[in-house]
């Protein structure tokens, strides 16, 4: 079965620094799909970002980018300008077919 | 418009009683559903998925089980509750294809086995 692993149990930036998230995962598909998700205190699931395996370019969202590393099976989260509002658990996922999963997830502390 | 209801918010269930979660959609038709549990201060377990009626994917043996008697409905069950079945249980549905797929998750329902 395909996995996720999150390494960084825990994470913590200043307001206004960067911050990567890391993720790799397991798989023998070629055709798949890879998300970051933010769970704040509410425990709603937020879509972050996504990125398509088949694309070469890494997908960018406003101060949120992914850096995929195809052959590696790594694709981490970084986060520019991290804001107050940016603490949260965060989840990277992988998604082939109808199976969907995540990894057990970042804790993002942002310090004022 | 799209939408995904989960009850109850929360359930305190002993030891040894029956479970029961619904999860309903609206806004689509034959979806792909997911119960996933998240235990305190941990990642998300995925549980079961559906992609049709009837259709169950079962990911983790457990006392715990899956129905989907209609298109839009998604149940989770046990007949026996155990103190490690505890957690934060959320259902989710994935909608659209390409880029302009999402997975939208119910509010979900705090267990606590007592």
């Known amino acids: 079965a395909q996995t996720v692993t999150q390494s960084q149990p825990e994470m913590s930036v200043q307001e206004a620094e960067t911050v990567t998230l890391s993720c790799t995962y397991d798989t023998s598909e070629s055709d798949y799909y890879l998300f970051w998700y933010k769970q704040p205190p509410s425990r709603q699931m937020i879509l972050v970002i996504r990125?398509?395996?088949?694309?070469?370019q890494n997908a960018t969202e406003n101060r949120f980018s992914v850096n995929f590393q195809k052959a590696a099976k790594s694709f981490s989260l970084k986060i520019s300008d991290s804001q107050l509002g940016d603490a949260a658990m965060y989840f990277c996922?992988?998604?082939?077919?109808?199976?969907?999963?995540f990894g057990a997830g970042t804790r993002l502390t942002v310090k004022p | 418009s799209q939408t995904i209801h989960q009850w109850p918010a929360t359930l305190v269930q002993p030891v040894g009683s029956p479970l029961s979660l619904e999860c309903t959609v609206e806004g689509t038709s034959n979806p792909n559903l997911y119960w996933y549990r998240q235990a305190a201060g941990r990642g998300l377990q995925l549980l079961f998925y559906?992609?049709?009626?009837?259709?169950i994917s079962s990911e983790v043996p457990q006392n715990l089980s899956a129905s989907r008697p209609q298109d839009r409905q998604f149940i989770l069950s046990s007949k026996k509750l155990l103190l490690s079945d505890s957690g934060f249980y959320l259902c989710?549905?994935?909608?659209?294809?390409?880029?302009?797929?999402?997975?939208?998750f119910g509010s979900g329902t705090q267990l606590s086995v007592l």
């Open positions: 990125q398509e395996a088949y694309k070469q």
């Open positions: 989710a549905w994935r909608a659209g294809t390409g880029y302009n797929e999402k997975l939208f």
């Open positions: 996922a992988y998604r082939s077919a109808a199976d969907m999963r």
């Open positions: 559906s992609v049709g009626i009837g259709q």
